[in-house]
């Protein structure tokens, strides 16, 4: 038994387990959120990181705004998230998944649970995000998250709250879903996934475009580039995880030619500068 599988029963022993488990999302939801931030944060400081930036001529990462940002999602996790966090006990234990119990499950057994969650996110997110693009939710409910037209990693998160109920159906629909027809999931592994979906969602807000960047050795992975055209045209892209729906139902006709044209761009460039 590893360590960690000792300590995770440590955290359970003689303890009340809905209040353990409430205890471990919040306060993992938390670091990993605002941690995943922390390195965005510091690469703004840094003036030779700020070529990589996406949009070079909108700047909204300003300090007013990060901490505008800031409170409001902190306000939203406390209001919000936590009591979704508290109902989640109870519904995942009615839909059978393992919260104590130790080992945990094998890799083996995990990664094709995860890849489902992250498909399964996906998809749903696609077609939430493409009605929220609907005149009145738009306005009432969606505009909020399009405040930001080039966006930062503090901004992920930041939405009306039934956006973050609605869409948060994405996230934790995959897991219940897979308890309910196989009755094998661990909470580990739904708390790893739900890691994986926070780094993405800040990665794809951050606004930059390293040569580290997941799309760049994922290039099915849709990634900060990807999401960033999303909240610079208000249109396509409405993915999270992956660019396969957006070309399936071609919703990513104006960002190919928008990337065309940026391509041609720093072509015509290039060759001015030989002249
Ligand atoms: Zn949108
Ligand atoms: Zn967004």
Redesign the pocket.
Known sequence: MTSLETYWASLFEDRNEAWVTLMLLFISHEVIYFGRCVPYLIADQIPSLQRYKIQQKTIQNTRQNQWKVFRYVLLSHFFLELPMIVGFHPIAVHFGMTISSIPFPTLSKMIPQIFFFFVFEDFFHYWAHRAMHYGPLYKHIHKI?HEFSA?FGLAAEYAHPIEVLVLGIGTIGGPLLWCYFTHDLHLITTMIWMTFRLFQAVEA?SGYDFPWSTHNWLPFWSGSEH?DY??MAFTNNFATSFRWWDHIFGTNNKYLAHKERQKKERLEKAVRKTQ
Request: charged fraction near 0%; aromatic fraction near 0%; proline fraction near 17%.
């Open positions: 998250h966006p807000h999401h999303h909240h």
